[in-house]
């Protein structure tokens, strides 16, 4: 495709964004016409919006169009699986510059499209409009199936803290970014392109669980979300975590501990579950921690001691693109 966004026009760009795309059979209705329509079987719809802003949380001199698109897929659909929820569906909300090559918002479609397959959902519409900064907004529905949704505030004292999904990758790969480098290529494109475990959620709440987060803003902030609703004290033990060779090679040649990482690093959209102490979980849950008790404090602590620094503020000061 040749040209420029401007060139094109917002009804040829939205021409060719939804020429690229595919359905599933709970797309009743797809884009063309006032607004879509998704079935809901068990007449509740879960959704949850999220904000990809150029420079803000994606570079691109980083990542890829399509990179930004699945990223942006992956990001939203992991707040549906966090629900204990299936993804059914997205709408995108775009703006980009006149100038910008007509291929960047094609290719973004194509990564959108390529990772909604992925959890068996589709792109069922949005909108485009003309704008200085190049701005992806997600809107995710999901279907409970019938189930109750998993909620942060239902962890009890007793249970166990689980997780499963990949921790500290994608701030590694941003470590590595950061520095000029595009190698290992493991952790890179782990932050370009995340890969939450879209069918655990389901299945963790088919297990019990009792809450349930995606790990979005770094595994204490996004555990402190579920202690603070829940009216509890979590203890995460250090030693259960899980840390690869390479990316204790990675933070020895930058200086940093990759536990800080793991245990800090968000934009792995992996899923942390609290379940009741009985509960067998499968081998792809690990477990790496416990619900203490109540308290009029509500903390998450590692090893018995509060962490120094819990994660991601998006109105802090250490807002590099991502």
Known sequence: MKGTVGELGEFGLIRELTSRLTTTPAVRLGPGDDAAVVAAPDRRVVASTDILLEGRHFRRDWSTAYDVGRKAAAQNMADIAA???????LLLGLVVPAELPATWPAELMDGLRDECQVAGAAVVGGDVVRGETITVSITALGDLRNAEPVLRSGARPGDVVAVTGWLGWSAAGHAVLSRGFRSPR??????????PPYHAGPAAAALGATAMTDVSDGLIADLGHIAEASGVRIDVRSGAVDIPSQMSDIGQAVGVDPLHWVLSGGEDHALAAVFPPETKLPARWRVIGEVLGRSALPQVTVDGAPWEKAGWDHFGEDGDAG
Do not use: N
């Open 83 to 89: 629900m204990g929820a299936v993804p059914t569906a």
């Open 186 to 195: 493991a952790f890179v494109e782990a932050h370009r392109r995340p890969e």
